[in-house]
């Protein structure tokens, strides 16, 4: 039966090879001149860097750059990006890059607009004021951050990943410009594209899906199948990449709108207690999740085996579900995804934080809307399985 849903994205959004030369005309809406503009040191080298503040500069823009971005995003770079912005008298935020400088833009906006510490803001609906003016341009085909309500920022002293969710951090603009990733490496280029995948195929079976993600999801999954390894293999092939980048812009916004699921909670205690990025510790447990979840919505699944070339002709719902997590599987494979214990070989050290992991999946609150049920106890069991 229909239901009544909400449907959220970004009021502006630039898609496309070329596109970043357009936020000039955007940000002159705003009516403001001193942006903070938070990157990191690869975005300086690569000189994209140089090339925003061109172009906010021709708007008439005076920036700040805060640069000093090291990793996945945590409270105190947002305490001295907060500084930066106050010190030099921003009115507006630019975030260039992936997942961490968005995400720390965000932060660095609700800090400014509401005051208190980060953590006053972990979980759902605490941001009260909106964000100021906030442009997110990604280089990355992957974490989806420029189209969503959501920052994910490591409380350093505790070694979780705060989730942070209102409509009031929507950025402004988003730009979703492939040829930003081109210089993206392979590993990276893996990582990113397969956090796209994982946003699409979560929002798909969802217990918040709606019709507008889903169609939005089949697209995106449709896409990476089809495009993820060209581009893994060749980063210089802009139709993969600009395949790449509109997939992860339907994914984003789809998990914008229906939500993540168990991955994404399994995955940032794994990224906040062994300094994992969240591309590659969403991947190594997809194929898992697919395996567990896939008796849990059989259609769902079967739709997703035939979006990505399987073919299901003859076959039951069941079999055709066992078809979608054998594609997953060989996705992952293609482009050298490892398994945990590659990425964390010291077997006692991962069991000994076990128990802290699945507690912190399951008060992110991302796992309760998995379609197949899940307890501390059999996350635990999940994370060994996948190790």
């Known amino acids: ?3 009544a849903v909400e449907f959220r994205m970004p009021q502006v959004l630039l898609q496309g090879p070329g596109c970043m030369a357009r ?3 955007e940000v002159k809406s705003f009516g403001k001149t001193r942006p903070l503009l938070v990157t990191d040191k690869v975005m300086e080298r690569a000189g994209y860097v140089g090339s925003v503040v061109k172009i906010l500069e021709g708007a008439g823009c005076e920036v700040s750059v805060f640069s000093e971005l090291k990793g996945e995003p945590c409270d105190k770079d ?9 010190k030099n008298r921003c009115d507006f935020l630019v975030a260039l890059g992936g997942g961490s400088p968005i995400d720390t833009a965000k932060a660095i906006g609700i800090m400014e607009a509401n005051g208190g510490k980060i953590s006053d803001y972990m979980g759902s609906g605490k941001v009260q004021n909106p964000i100021p003016p906030l442009v997110a341009i990604a280089t990355t085909a992957g974490t989806g951050s420029e189209m969503t309500k959501v920052a994910i920022i490591n409380d350093t002293a505790n070694d979780v990943k705060m ?4 409509p009031r951090v929507l950025p402004s603009v988003a730009v979703a410009d492939p040829e930003l990733t081109v210089s993206l490496p392979p590993a990276i280029t893996a990582a ?15 217990k918040k899906e709606q019709p507008i993600t889903d169609a939005l999801a089949l697209k995106a999954i449709q896409l990476i199948s089809e495009n993820l390894r060209k581009a893994w293999c ?24 229906s939500s993540v699921t168990l991955i994404h909670g399994m995955s940032r205690p794994i990224g906040a207690i062994f300094h994992i990025a969240h591309g590659i510790s969403n991947a190594v447990l997809l194929p898992m999740w697919a395996e567990f979840t896939r008796i849990s919505k059989p259609e769902k699944f079967a739709e997703i085996a035939r979006i990505m070339g399987e073919d299901v002709r003859g076959l039951s719902v069941q079999q055709s579900a066992k078809k979608a997590v054998d594609a997953i599987t060989s996705l992952c494979h ?3 995804i490892p398994p945990i214990r590659e990425l964390i070989p010291d077997k006692a050290e991962f069991e000994k934080h076990l128990a802290k992991m699945a507690s912190d999946a399951v008060i992110s609150g991302s796992p309760g809307n998995n379609p197949r049920f899940v307890t501390e106890d059999r996350i635990v069991e999940l994370y060994k399985k996948a190790y």
């Open 1 to 3: 039966m229909m239901k």
């Open 23 to 25: 936020i000039g005309e």
């Open 78 to 86: 947002v305490e001295t990006g907060l500084k930066a912005y106050e």
């Open 163 to 166: 989730l942070i969710s209102s």
């Open 192 to 206: 990113t594209g397969l956090d796209a995948f994982c946003h699409a195929v979560e929002a798909y079976v969802s």
């Open 234 to 257: 060749d980063g210089g092939n802009m139709e993969a990449r600009a395949n790449m980048m509109l997939a992860s812009t339907l994914g984003g916004i789809a998990f914008n709108n």
């Open 334 to 336: 293609d482009v050298e």
